[in-house]
């Protein structure tokens, strides 16, 4: 009867340690998990070594400084060979590299990619039939422009025109500047003829999901290491014995030894590494 009487306390006492507010949503799972755990614990403390206490916390610890995303530069060459598209994709990536130099920013360039088009054939039908009769003037120039293209177009020895066209495409990734230097940088890479760049910052903004995201291991780029990870757990440690003193204190014990700890969930909110912990600690006798 007297053990069954401790097992209803020790259950009590671990069922009444109250969580830290306000309560993030990442950790929600925390109570969820520390309420099966703590009732097994609570039932064999009990029988083997007496009541303890049974807490959860949340620790903290800064997230290192992020890498910036980098942007994102796709140059293509073109030219009726590769050799000559090669060329062209060579003169426009030095300007590019020039923009960069004066920024004081690194240049990945990746693999080369080819292409061959075969474009529609210019031929005087198509040209008088595209031309818009309903205004005589306008159409009169355009008639001319006709004349001068037909005479100007080449003909290959069979009689036709050589339509073929090899692209030489390549994708750059740049450093962000500065953000107060990024304005000037961007308008330096169109100086430099850029027409594709692709900031990679404009992605879907995932807002109050990021933490959840990160516990599905889609978040690679904030994972902060182990090192952290131990700092916001040991943090939390602290706080779970912070609560169970004040808890102890109020039922006229004295707190004893970390009996054991469980780490219930591992996130971040963005600045900082989150990890949610429960602690059993012991009374001394």
């Known amino acids: 009867m007297n053990r069954l009487a401790a097992a209803v306390a020790a259950a009590t006492l671990a069922i009444v340690t109250p969580v830290a507010a306000p309560v993030a949503a990442q950790d929600i799972a925390g109570p969820v998990a520390a309420a099966v755990d703590q009732f097994g614990q609570g039932m064999a403390e009990s029988m083997t070594g007496g009541p303890g206490l049974f807490v959860t916390a949340r620790g903290e610890a800064p997230l290192p400084a992020a890498a910036s995303s980098p942007m994102t530069v796709t140059i293509r060459g073109s030219g009726k060979t590769a050799v000559e598209a090669v060329a062209d994709r060579n003169a426009q990536l030095e300007r590019v590299r020039s923009v960069a130099n004066r920024f004081d920013v690194a240049v990945e360039v990746g693999a080369t990619s080819y292409a061959i088009a075969e474009a529609e054939a210019w031929t005087m039908d198509s040209a008088i039939s595209a031309i818009d009769w309903s205004d005589p003037v306008l159409a009169a120039d355009a008639a001319a422009d006709a004349v001068e293209d037909a005479a100007a177009a080449p003909a290959a020895a069979d009689g036709a025109s050589d339509t073929r066209t090899v692209t030489a495409s390549v994708q750059v990734k740049l450093d962000r500047p500065n953000e107060s230097r ?104």
């Open 182 to 285: 990024l304005p000037e940088f961007v308008d330096a890479l169109v100086e430099a003829g850029v027409t594709n760049l692709d900031d990679s910052l404009n992605g879907l903004n995932l807002g109050a999901m990021a933490p959840f995201v990160s516990l599905l291991g889609l978040d690679a780029t904030r994972d902060p290491g182990e090192p952290v990870w131990h700092q916001a757990t040991a943090d939390g440690v602290r706080k779970a014995r912070a609560q169970a003193e004040a808890i102890a204190e109020a039922s006229g014990r004295r707190l004893g030894p970390v009996r054991y700890v469980s780490v219930l969930m591992r996130s971040h909110d963005g600045e900082n590494a989150l990890v949610s912990v429960a602690v059993r600690f012991g009374f001394e006798e």
